[in-house]
Nanobody, 127 residues
Framework: QVQLVESGGGLVQAGGSLRLSCAAS????????MGWFRQAPGKEREFVAA????????VAADSVKGRFTISRDNAKSTVYLQMDSLKPEDTAVYYC????????????????????WGQGTQVTVSS
């Protein structure tokens, strides 16, 4: 059974940092590209960042470039999102997702590329 479990969310002041984790099980994590998405109240889910199976390739949304860093530890079947210089507009539920290897490189920012999703973790940034 595939499981993606996010953790690390919480309440932080603007300018602060959080590190999200996503623990995976039930599939061969080391060959699956991974992504982070977020959804704010009343808005559609949006792409945040993604990473290839090896960690050698990453992409990030323009809104988080230079502030957020995605990484992974295949030995621990875990993907991370380090979030620095947080802003109130970063407030959202953050989801991790796993993509089957084929096709990911063509559309890493598209939610339809991803096959498995976690339940999400709330991040709230106060001004």
């Amino acid at each position: 059974q595939v499981q993606l479990v996010e953790s690390g969310g919480g309440l932080v002041q603007a300018g602060g940092s959080l590190r999200l984790s996503c623990a995976a099980s039930g599939f061969t994590f080391s060959i699956f590209p991974m992504g982070w998405f977020r959804q704010a109240p009343g808005k559609e889910r949006e792409f945040v960042a993604a990473i290839s199976w090896s960690g050698g390739s990453t992409v990030a949304a323009d809104s988080v470039k230079g502030r957020f860093t995605i990484s992974r530890d295949n030995a621990k079947s875990t993907v991370y999102l380090q979030m620095d210089s947080l802003k109130p507009e970063d407030t959202a539920v953050y989801y991790c997702a796993a993509s089957a290897p084929a096709g990911w490189s063509k559309a890493p920012r598209w939610s339809g590329t991803y096959d498995y999703w976690g339940q999400g973790t709330q991040v709230t940034v106060s001004s």
